[in-house]
């Protein structure tokens, strides 16, 4: 489709605002004056002594009398953004689709005045009707382009055989041209037909997932990242064990428009066990009108656990005091420390409430969902974590070695965009309590 698509969104199906409807003086306005006036709504007044039929059929009148000259403005730009598409001749008055500027609009009240005049009223909001019209003509115009561009080729094709042939053959080869011309139009039909199928159903999910689209995903699921990067630059958490009594997880970053670095700190009975060092680059944003994508590309240098002897060192008294001498030993191990490249991607499932998240680097692959119970009324203020890992390298795993485990986690917004807090189930034994910091 060529040409800049209408978009008016600001107004969508409106009704009349009530102190227009309500009765002044216990006297309706429209009824009274004859005419109503409003920025967002073209209208329609009809009158009538003889029946409600016949007032309908007078606001039908009214109302396309309001909107000729915008029905008439949006299909003169689209022909415009079209024309070198279209033959010099083409106008306004060439379009297939007729009547269009009545199409979708019922009458939205009557009324029976004491004198037993009927009354009748219609009411549209314009961004929406500008948009049905665009729609409309947007096909139309498709329809038409293409019909001329196989009308010139039958017409090229009919020249060539009227050299070739003798005039005794026109009449037969114009009976084939003729059929081709018809099965031509059975596609076109076919074709137009698919696309209205294809719009309504786009349209379809965008209302009712209206809610769920305007929910990005957070950057972090149980433990892996997603494709997306927080919307503050600065950020932190911290995962509580409250059978031990203890920390964790330390996690801090800066974000920056598309780039995020961020150090984590895991450590069991407050004795650090491994680190890393993350930095994510998000290649591609959200896109998408349904389905939302988002993928992003990084590197990972993390630290295995601590060899039993440094781990020793440390749970000692005042091991953690010679924690930076102890660290530089265990990097002297060319099998403690380990750099990876990863991959994310999520994509939103509207229908579902869900954004599936898929995250590899070579010591794991995880595959998660985030399900929001109640996007229309909550938005993601409530939102339930499933991630499944399989773990290959030895040295993540938990303590029964497990290779692959789930992970379960239910997360609360109390402050968007600053604070959330998430009750976790973590390696197939901890209970957690996250509490996440943004600024």
């Known amino acids: 489709m060529h040409g800049r698509p209408f978009d008016l969104e600001e107004i969508i199906g409106t009704t009349l605002i009530d102190d227009i409807l309500t009765p002044q003086n216990g006297n309706l306005e429209w009824v009274t004056t004859g005419e109503l006036s409003s920025d967002t709504l073209y209208y329609g007044i009809g009158k009538s002594t003889e029946s409600q039929e016949a007032a309908d059929h007078d606001a039908l009148l009214s109302f396309a009398q309001h909107v000729e000259v915008s029905v008439q403005s949006i299909a003169t730009q689209q022909i415009e953004e079209n024309k070198d598409r279209l033959e010099e001749n083409y106008s306004y008055e060439s379009l297939v689709s007729t009547n269009m500027n009545l199409r979708s609009v019922k009458i939205t009240t009557r009324h029976l005045s004491n004198d037993s005049t009927f009354y009748s009223l219609i009411s549209y909001g314009k961004s929406t009707y500008h948009r049905l019209v665009t729609q409309e003509i947007q096909i139309s115009l498709e329809a038409n382009i293409r019909k001329q561009e196989l009308e010139h080729q039958a017409t090229e094709a009919l020249r060539a055989d009227s050299l070739r042939h003798k005039i005794t053959m026109d009449s037969l080869a114009l009976g084939r041209k003729q059929a ?24 379809l999910i965008k209302s009712q997932s209206a809610a ?34 203890d920390i964790r997880h330390i996690k801090t970053g800066v974000s920056i428009w598309l780039i995020s670095a961020e150090t984590n700190v895991w450590a069991t009975e407050s004795v650090i066990e491994q680190s890393d060092l993350t930095l994510k680059l998000q290649l591609l944003p959200e896109r998408g009108e349904i389905y939302k ?42 099998y403690a420390q380990h750099s990876s490249f ?14 599936l998240s898929l995250y590899l680097d070579k010591r794991r692959i995880s595959l998660a969902n985030i399900w ?34 789930w992970q379960f986690g239910i997360r609360l917004i109390a402050i968007p965009d600053r604070f959330a807090t998430m009750i976790s189930y973590e390696d197939h034994e901890f209970w957690m309590l996250n509490f996440e910091f943004q600024y």
């Open 212 to 245: 769920f689209l305007k929910i990005k995903p957070r950057y972090q699921l149980i433990d892996a990242p997603t494709a997306s990067t927080p919307r503050t630059w600065i950020y932190a958490s911290a995962r509580w064990n409250p059978d031990t009594e």
């Open 342 to 355: 990863f991959a994310t991607g999520t994509v939103g499932i509207p229908q579902l409430n869900n954004h």
């Open 372 to 405: 929001y119970p109640f996007p229309r009324n909550m938005g993601d203020a409530i939102s339930i974590i499933n991630q499944l890992d399989y773990i290959s390298s030895e040295y993540h795993r938990n303590r029964f070695n497990d290779e692959i485990q």
């Open 293 to 334: 994508v988002s993928l992003a590309f990084g590197w990972v240098d993390y630290i295995s656990a601590f060899s039993p002897e440094n781990h020793d060192r440390l749970t000692v008294d005042g091991g953690s005091n010679r924690f930076l001498s102890i660290l530089e030993d265990e990097l002297k191990d060319p």
């Open 180 to 203: 081709v011309i018809d099965s031509l139009d059975h596609i076109l039909k076919m074709d137009e037909a698919r696309l209205r199928q294809e719009q309504d159903r786009v349209e």
